[in-house]
């Protein structure tokens, strides 16, 4: 068996590369990366300092021209009720980075503790475990989310609870696979020999080295979660209005092209960035994180 200093090297080894900085230079160094991370940036910032951007009340009914073109008043122009359309996408905007939060942050949690206990604990609770992911898994996700707004009516509560019910399995079956890959590592067995507890192990050598590719999952996920929930909107089971939301506005939109092209613009631009901002970030994530495709080695 290798020296304990050898173990105690490799131990460290899977958690350097996921140090705070490491990941930061890493992301400097991939163009894609860093366009991911200034659209991110972008679409957080604007939602956060959405009151002090917009030029209107973004629920306000005006009495002005309606479906209007872009002007120096209305940025975007006005929908069919003559509310502005730039401040409505720039509030809308913190639905679904809200949706994205709080449903993936929630899924992301519960799975880390059930697949660290699937992959550390006993064989029956594995088991029985794996039956309940299997079950969540087996609804189809579009008649499960139906269900649920049929049964809880269309809310956000609603949209965020079918997010994180459907995302927590897949968390959780990574984090058991990669606690069963570590759970016989020799630095493991090290540590349990020198009288290390479940609860160190876990912390210390299994915790630092699952979170990579579950940062890679969540950052691949936004954009199909923000995907779902402008989906439900645009099919009236999401936010109720006059709640400014991307989806509403898009569906304004189809329902008003002939009129005016300017709110499909307005609605589909965000969510294009927001998508690709999330998706070049998780690609660069996953170089980072994934040592067969990190370019510097």
């Known amino acids: 068996?290798?020296?304990?200093?050898?173990?105690?090297t490799e131990a460290n080894a899977g958690q350097g590369h996921g140090s705070f900085r490491t990941v930061l230079r890493q992301l400097r160094k991939n163009r894609l990366g860093t366009l991911?991370?200034?659209?991110?940036?972008?679409?957080?910032?604007?939602?956060?300092?959405?009151?002090?951007?917009?030029?209107?009340?973004?629920?306000?009914?005006?009495?002005?021209?309606?479906?209007?073109?872009?002007?120096?008043n209305f940025l975007l122009g006005t929908d069919q009720l003559g509310r502005d359309t730039?401040?409505?996408?720039?509030?809308?905007?913190?639905?679904?980075?809200?949706?994205a939060f709080v449903s993936l942050g929630s899924s992301l949690a519960v799975g880390l503790v059930?697949?660290?206990?699937?992959?550390?604990?006993?064989?029956?609770?594995?088991?029985?475990?794996?039956l309940i992911f299997d079950t969540i898994?087996?609804?189809?996700?579009?008649?499960?989310?139906l269900a649920v707004i049929a049964l809880l009516g269309p809310s956000l509560t609603s949209v965020i609870l079918v997010i994180a019910i459907t995302s927590m399995p897949i968390y959780a079956r990574v984090v058991r696979t990669q606690t069963e890959a570590l759970r016989s590592s020799e630095y493991i067995a090290a540590e349990r020999s020198m009288g290390a507890g479940t609860n160190r192990i876990l912390a210390v050598h299994v915790l630092p080295n699952v979170i990579g590719p579950?940062?890679?999952?969540?950052?691949?996920?936004?954009?199909?979660v923000i995907?779902?929930?402008?989906?439900?909107?645009?099919?009236?089971?999401?936010?109720?209005?006059?709640?400014?939301?991307?989806?509403?506005i898009l569906n304004d939109g189809y329902s008003y092209i002939h009129e005016s092209v300017w709110l499909?613009?307005?609605?589909?631009?965000?969510?294009?960035?927001?998508?690709?901002?999330?998706?070049?970030?998780?690609?660069?994530l996953r170089d980072i994180f994934d040592p067969k495709l990190r370019k510097d080695l």
Do not use: C, K, Q, Y
């Open 227 to 248: 995907a779902v929930e402008a989906g439900l909107s645009f099919l009236g089971m999401g936010v109720r209005p006059p709640t400014p939301d991307w989806g509403a």
């Open 1 to 8: 068996m290798a020296s304990l200093e050898a173990i105690h």
């Open 114 to 130: 059930l697949g660290l206990l699937a992959g550390f604990g006993p064989r029956w609770l594995d088991n029985l475990l794996l």
């Open 137 to 145: 898994r087996s609804f189809p996700g579009i008649i499960f989310a």
């Open 264 to 284: 499909v613009i307005a609605g589909g631009i965000p969510i294009t960035l927001a998508t690709l901002g999330f998706t070049f970030l998780g690609e660069a």
């Open 86 to 99: 730039f401040s409505r996408v720039i509030m809308g905007g913190r639905i679904p980075l809200l949706v």
């Open 36 to 72: 991911g991370v200034v659209l991110v940036l972008f679409i957080a910032v604007s939602a956060i300092f959405a009151p002090l951007i917009i030029t209107h009340d973004p629920t306000r009914i005006m009495v002005g021209p309606r479906l209007a073109d872009p002007s120096l």
């Open 214 to 224: 579950l940062l890679i999952l969540v950052s691949m996920d936004v954009p199909a």
